[in-house]
């Protein structure tokens, strides 16, 4: 497989060098962020030797090429490309300036919010055990062991703002 004929042909059905805001990859995908989108050729990409399949997908035009491959080829198009190399949150970042509004919302949202689900899971399981602890009477609710397992089951929820709090921050300084 020849990954610089693979990366020579990309170009021209990617809208040319000019139209590559920037190029990053994970472990089996080519993650491009295009200038304009419509200058790209899905049908014709998907047809070039060593393409398993194409996408676009949250502002960015993602070939398919496997694990392994996807290395070389990446290689081989940032120098046919003439761009450098960028990583994958710079990729990320240029692709969320091409979402719509609502895309946004919900990405600024699912950014605060994920990470603090293992908190508010572990929480609200620690609750409901001790309320059924207490409903069944296995345990005296004034035990000492008790009251603060209380205490630990709430402290998602009273330090919540927080949590979003923290989680909110990063963003704003960008």
């Excluded at 990859?25 to 419509?38: F, P």
């Excluded at 960015?60 to 450098?84: D, H, L, P, R, W």
């Excluded at 091409?98 to 949202?109: E, G, H, S, V, Y």
Aim: glycine share 8%; proline share 4%; with cysteine.
């Amino acid at each position: 497989m020849d990954f610089d004929q693979i990366s020579r042909s990309l170009l021209p059905l990617l809208g040319g060098k000019e139209n590559i805001a920037s190029a990053a990859h994970c472990a089996t995908r080519l993650r491009l962020v295009l200038v304009d989108d419509a200058l790209a050729d899905q049908q014709a990409i998907g047809k070039i030797d060593g393409v398993k399949g194409c996408f676009r997908n949250a502002g960015q035009m993602q070939i398919i090429f496997g694990t392994g491959v996807v290395n070389k080829v990446y290689a081989a198009f940032i120098q046919a490309a003439g761009i450098s190399e960028s990583s994958k949150s710079e990729a990320a970042d240029l692709a969320a300036k091409k979402l719509n509004p609502f895309q946004r919302i919900a990405r600024l949202l699912s950014n605060i919010f994920v990470p603090i689900i293992p908190a508010i899971v572990a929480s609200g399981l620690l609750m409901g055990l001790l309320g059924m602890v207490k409903t069944y009477g296995w345990v005296d609710p004034s035990n000492a062991i008790y009251i603060m397992l209380d205490m630990c089951s709430s402290a998602a929820f009273i330090i919540l703002p927080i949590l979003i709090g923290f989680y909110r921050r990063p963003r704003i300084w960008r």
